[in-house]
């Protein structure tokens, strides 16, 4: 059978083993006087993939989804996921662990529901932000049950972990990066000094990535190493990392950078003096516990790098472009070979293998930017599938096949779902197609006055389907990195995103539907945000050009400024994308794209 470079299709969750090893956890709890512990999907770097050795969540329950936390009580254990994975923590999860609905229901209800007064619930304080401690901490004021910071017992049951990640980092050139890390830095420290702040303290590794432009392989489909730092108002920077990593890229980080073993990261913050920045929503609730110790005024406020870094520059747009055109291109070769496949024959796995093969027939791939999820029929109602040995099934004629996917290259991070059909397709099914992709015309035509959030523009997405009763679950679009995070802040689509859009932000526009034990529908596109020339107003660039199954659209749904934009779109993927493809896959283009 082939193989993936990129993507694993063993079953990572084992939910026979999650009964003997929350016993011992009880066991753990009991013995220090604790009536429950919460395990975060998270690790100290709050990143959405974390290395093998972080995977606490999975490694007690067996639930991989990127998002969610456990609740573990002496008598009752509750997994809280949101509304991405309800349908996915049924399979993965031994009964024993009780899915919540979360946001829904929040943690300090069900603690209050299922605890009792003078009862503590221990946690593990690197693992959690201050913003989620101090929420916690004031939801659960006059109800009796406290928190306590402890060492994780988690850690203490886990024989056989895995060893912590020792990928080595390397420098992110200019020419991709359009900006030097002295300017960065420089420009950050400019921040700091006007305000009369000392130092700004960062714990995300995707945002030292972008300041010192590193990149790195510590996880999974994103370019990074594990590793926290401090940048001071004197634009030098305090690097805490396992020194192996940045042995090779001493040259590029220059003496202004000052490296530093990951365990001396405690002493660094008791050093520090002055008033310090920091952000609650992505410190880790410890790093404040020894500010507060050593008596060392902090200044509560977002990561300033978080804007510079999702504001793409001139070059970054210019290289994501690129590879954009050329992701666009392999979708195409793979999406004709897929049309004239035996379905009888073929499954999700060979489908998303086949996938990663034409992306890998260019040098410029890196890696790919996550799991690629290849899922047909009732598998495709998941909407952050993943497909195991143990899931895999063939693919059936009168079926969907969603297949969200992208790619990680030098030049820029790619992401792309396109929904296909397999064989005739009910009515019904076409019906919330079309209603899918009305919703992303939508978004993709707009044009909004500067200061427009996620929020205002959310809804959008979403009216051809509630005029019909249906809804999705999840954002309509997220942020994208620079050969950086897939899912990138601050910005995002989404009814409780409130950051306005800025020139140079890419976004993903990806309405979909899905219908439990039946099918799913998603399109996506990536978006980049741009200043309409001579007014006050921003608008939105498509990045992907890859074309719609026509197969599925209702033309009769669509008004008149719909069907010009679906037959424009597909005018510019013959153009863009024809002259980079085998004259196969371009005749294919041709006809697939015809103007409905």
Not at 8 to 14: C, I, N, P, R
Not at 198 to 222: F, K, Q, Y
Not at 383 to 409: A, K
């Amino acid at each position: 059978m082939k193989t993936a470079k990129f993507q694993s299709f063993e079953e990572q969750s084992s939910p026979e083993k999650g009964p003997k090893r929350l016993t011992a956890l009880r066991k753990e709890l009991k013995a220090q006087g604790l009536a429950g512990f919460l395990i975060p999907r998270t690790d100290m770097y709050q990143g959405e993939n974390v290395a093998p050795a972080d995977e606490r969540l999975a490694w007690l329950t067996g639930f991989t989804g990127s998002a969610g936390f456990c609740v573990v009580l002496l008598k009752i254990a509750g997994i809280f996921i949101d509304g991405r994975y309800r349908i996915q923590v049924k399979n993965q999860t031994n009964n024993i662990f009780t899915p919540v609905p979360w946001p829904e229901t929040s943690l300090s209800s069900w603690l209050f529901k299922n605890m009792r007064r003078g009862e503590s619930i221990g946690f593990d304080p690197w693992l959690h932000t201050v913003s989620e401690i101090e929420k916690a901490q004031n939801d659960l004021v006059d109800t009796g049950i406290s928190l306590k910071a402890i060492t994780n017992p988690i850690d203490k049951i886990w024989n056989d972990r895995p060893s912590k990640p020792t990928s080595k980092a390397f420098f992110y050139d200019l020419k991709y990066s359009g900006q030097s890390h002295i300017e960065k830095r420089t420009n950050l420290s400019k921040q700091l000094k006007q305000k009369k702040h000392s130092a700004l303290i960062i714990t995300l590794p995707e945002n030292i990535a972008w300041l010192l432009n590193i990149r790195g392989n510590d996880v999974a489909h994103v370019p990074i190493i594990q590793c926290v730092g401090i940048l001071n108002a004197d634009a030098s920077f305090d690097l805490f990392v396992d020194y192996g990593k940045v042995a090779d890229i001493q040259s590029h980080l220059g003496r202004a950078v000052r490296c530093y073993g990951i365990e001396e990261f405690s002493k660094g913050l008791k050093k520090l003096s002055g008033t310090v920045r920091i952000d609650p929503k992505s410190l880790p609730f410890a790093a404040l516990t020894i500010l507060n110790k050593t008596r060392i005024a902090c200044h509560r406020n977002v990561d300033p790098i978080a804007l510079p870094k999702s504001c793409k520059n001139l070059v970054e747009i210019s290289q994501a472009e690129q590879a954009h055109l050329r992701d666009s291109a392999a979708m195409c070769e793979f999406l004709c070979w897929l049309d004239h496949q035996d379905i009888g024959k073929l499954s999700e796995i060979d489908v998303a293998i086949s996938l990663e093969d034409f992306r890998l027939t260019n040098p410029e791939l890196l890696e790919i930017s996550f799991d690629t999820i290849s899922a047909s029929g009732p598998n495709a109602a998941l909407p952050h599938y993943r497909v195991t040995q143990g899931s895999d099934r063939i693919l059936q004629q009168g079926e969907v096949m969603l297949v969200d996917s992208g790619g990680q290259y030098l030049d820029g991070t790619t992401d792309i779902t396109r929904t296909i059909a397999i064989g005739v397709q009910k009515n019904h099914v076409c019906q919330a197609f079309t209603r899918v992709l009305q919703g992303l015309i939508a978004v993709s035509r707009l044009k909004f006055p500067k200061g427009t959030a996620g929020r205002d523009i959310d809804a959008f997405a979403r009216a051809p389907l509630w005029a019909a009763g249906q809804d999705f679950s999840h954002g309509t679009g997220h942020g994208v990195g620079h050969f950086l995070t897939v899912h990138e802040g601050p910005q995002s689509i989404s009814p409780k995103s409130i950051i306005p859009f800025e020139a140079g932000m890419i976004v993903s526009n990806e309405p979909g539907y899905y219908l439990e034990g039946e099918f799913g529908i998603r399109t996506e596109n990536l978006l980049v945000v741009t200043a309409v020339p001579n007014s006050d107003f921003l608008d939105f660039r498509t990045l992907n050009f890859v074309p719609i199954d026509r197969r599925m659209i209702i033309k009769k749904m669509l008004t008149k400024e719909e069907l010009a934009w679906i037959n424009d779109y597909h005018q510019i993927c013959r153009d863009k994308i024809s002259h980079r493809i085998t004259d196969k896959a371009a005749k294919w283009l041709k006809k697939v794209s015809a103007p409905l």
